[in-house]
């Protein structure tokens, strides 16, 4: 789709800036594509602007009386969806300088970014990153699922990565301007969700160690299924007994961009044994259960469900707090506290949960070449169970009664 415009946040609504030169002569209005999907894209007062189209070659539009909607479709097979990127039609940027101050928020065409090649970013690794998804409902609508926790783990973050971070409504506006605006590719109920993706990072540039004197907040979303092959059959997890994520003191509870980069060598070969991903143990200790790779864990005995406390080199996972209280709301006695590996071989079950796994059942775990098995090679009852409950409540299929989805159309 080649508009070639961007819109801006002001107060809450959309306004085209500037105008695209390669558009000119009537005005009409543009809304976000209606898919091939059916799936009722909404026109949405967040996102009505005005465009100059009559030249223009590149906009497939049709006009009717109050809009003009693309016939662009989404060629996708929805029900192959795995855990890759697939470019989608805009990205959202802010930036701030030296005043700490985001302002003038846009929505460009997805596609690559200027950096200069002395960003703080690039050079010193000073940025974060943020995850969340948004559903399609059965009535064509979109939920959220608690984009204020992100909001407000980004400011924790850029707090100790010194960077400014948006507020947190300017990151939940922004979120939800993006997903609107990126509506045709919020898969179908039931077959997958939009995952977002927020950075933040020093974009200005630096050359002596120092935090960068400006900053770039950038949304882009892509449509996702499951993100471990496996799909939700239950992961094979191997013990790392060589390699740390993250150490006291570290970055390792904040979602800095090079805590993903440092697991990279033990996942690879990890992957080339054939397990699904790595178990990281704490590094001082070598025995106490730290996260995935990717995710946080959890292990289930009897009734009680026990994962790592939040210590700092632990991340605080939306999943996490969100399944912890769904379990306690079940009946489960839910503890955080320090799990050591010999309590994990002896679990009745293990699984984990993250924004992209959600939960996701352990199958096997290996620990110094030993291998222990869960669940008869199904998915756990508990693992299930709140599996259930959570996609339920994401996909607004139950009631909820907490308040943690965000209705955007
Ligand atoms: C997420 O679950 O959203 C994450 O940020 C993990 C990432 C490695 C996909």
New binding site residues.
């Given amino acids: 789709m080649e508009y070639g415009f961007s819109l801006q946040l002001r107060s809450n609504r959309a306004i085209l800036a500037p105008p695209c030169p390669s558009f000119s002569g009537r005005k009409c209005l543009l809304f976000p594509a209606k898919s091939s999907l059916k799936t009722g894209s909404q026109i949405h007062p967040l996102l009505s602007f005005s465009v100059d189209i009559s030249n223009s070659t590149a906009c497939k539009a049709v006009r009717s009386a109050t809009s003009v909607e693309t016939t662009e479709v989404t060629e996708l097979n929805w029900d192959n969806l795995g855990f890759g990127l697939v470019p989608t039609d805009y990205m959202y940027v802010m930036k701030c300088s030296s005043d700490g101050i985001f302002t003038n928020g846009e929505l460009k065409k997805f596609g690559p970014i200027e950096l200069n090649p002395s960003a703080g970013v690039l050079n010193y690794g000073q940025g974060l990153?943020e995850?969340l998804k948004a559903y399609r409902k059965a009535d064509g609508s979109i939920l959220l699922f608690r984009p204020e926790e992100n909001a407000m783990r980004m400011i924790d973050g850029a707090a100790r990565m010194c960077m400014p971070a948006p507020t947190v409504e300017q990151f939940v506006d922004a979120v939800k301007m993006t997903v609107l605006a990126n509506n045709r590719w919020v898969p179908p109920t039931g077959k997958g969700s939009l995952y977002v993706r927020p950075l933040l990072m020093g974009s200005g540039p630096v050359l002596g160690l120092a935090p960068a004197p400006e900053y770039t907040f950038l949304i882009f979303v892509s449509p996702v299924g499951n993100?471990f092959k496996e799909g939700l059959s239950p992961i094979n997890l191997i013990v790392e007994n060589e390699y740390h994520r993250a150490t006291p003191g570290g970055t390792g509870g904040v979602?800095t961009i090079g805590n993903?980069a440092s697991v990279l060598k033990a996942q690879k070969i990890a992957k080339e044994k054939g397990y699904s991903d790595v178990l990281y143990l704490d590094a001082v200790h070598k025995r106490y259960l730290e996260e995935v790779?990717?995710?946080n864990i959890f292990v289930v005995k009897g009734n009680v469900i026990s994962t790592p406390e939040i210590k700092g080199t632990i991340l605080p996972g939306i999943t996490r707090k969100s399944i912890m209280d769904v379990a306690q709301g079940q009946g489960f006695q839910v503890e955080e506290r320090a799990v050591s590996v010999e309590e994990l071989l002896n679990a009745d079950e293990v699984f984990c949960t993250?924004?992209?796994?959600v939960v996701s059942p352990v199958g096997s775990i290996t620990y110094l070449g030993k291998r222990v098995e869960y669940g008869n090679s199904g998915v756990g009852v508990v693992s299930q169970q709140l599996y259930s409950a959570l996609t339920s409540l994401q996909m607004g299929l139950a009631e909820d009664h907490l308040g943690w989805t965000v209705q955007l159309n």
Avoid: Q
Wanted: charged fraction near 10%.
């Fill in positions: 990153f995850g993100y979602k993903y790779s990717s995710c993250g924004t992209a796994v």
